[in-house]
């Protein structure tokens, strides 16, 4: 299915889940100043609002033939909706490490089962972004790691209030469709994936 949308059913939603998305502003996150120091809990919508320093982990994954998982953003994110986005991006929960992130992140939003032995990473050290969006006023401040899962040949179960679509898609592929259409793929995503030297082994 190299190069199409997957149809792949979306997980359902038990009762737990019903209503609540993970960009719930409920969510506490832990921060920190620019230099990492930690400063405490707050609210994601605070965290947002006035640019406070939290963390974040990105996830690759990869099947047997080398084609990495790409996913489109729900059309009711406040940040990229509707663009095509790396495998899974988590904000961390307070206290939790980031490879434990990829391993809730992949579970809750593809229905991926991954040990976190079995991952590769981190694929760069920690570095910082800055993703500011005047027209929502949203000022995403975050310490990221990234890590990989190479040849994962189980069964795909998205969250739908998350994700609108999947589909594996070859490096070259993927990087000529960057190059092509920039505005269908989110700033990070084309971003990152330049900087961990995917392309460079395509």
């Known amino acids: 299915m190299t190069g199409a949308t997957a149809t792949i059913a979306p997980a359902s939603?038990?009762?737990?889940?019903?209503?609540?998305?993970?960009?719930?502003?409920?969510?506490?996150?832990?921060?920190?100043?620019?230099?990492?120091?930690?400063?405490?809990?707050?609210?994601?919508?605070?965290?947002?609002?006035?640019?406070?320093?939290?963390?974040?982990?990105?996830?690759?994954?990869?099947?047997?033939?080398?084609?990495?998982?790409?996913?489109?953003?729900?059309?009711s994110k406040k940040v990229a909706p509707g663009q095509w986005d790396l495998s899974c991006?988590?904000?961390?929960?307070?206290?939790e490490g980031y490879r434990e992130g990829v391993v809730r992140g992949l579970a809750e939003e593809l229905g991926v089962t991954a040990e976190a032995e079995a991952l590769t990473g981190p694929l760069a050290p920690v570095h910082k972004r800055r993703l500011v969006i005047p027209e929502t006023g949203i000022?995403?401040?975050?310490?990221?790691?990234?890590y990989r899962l190479d040849g994962y040949e189980g069964p795909i179960a998205f969250n739908h209030q998350e994700v609108i679509a999947v589909r594996w898609v070859g490096l070259p592929q993927l990087r000529a469709e960057m190059e092509a259409r920039p505005q269908d793929f989110t700033v990070w995503f084309r971003e990152e994936i330049a900087s961990v030297g995917f392309f460079g082994a395509a």
Do not use: M
């Open 13 to 75: 939603v038990s009762s737990r889940d019903a209503g609540v998305t993970a960009e719930s502003e409920g969510e506490l996150f832990d921060t920190f100043d620019e230099d990492g120091a930690p400063l405490g809990l707050q609210l994601r919508a605070h965290c947002h609002a006035h640019g406070i320093w939290h963390r974040a982990v990105y996830a690759y994954l990869f099947n047997g033939a080398g084609e990495l998982l790409i996913q489109r953003r729900s059309l």
């Open 139 to 146: 000022k995403d401040y975050e310490f990221i790691e990234a």
């Open 89 to 95: 991006a988590e904000h961390l929960a307070p206290g």
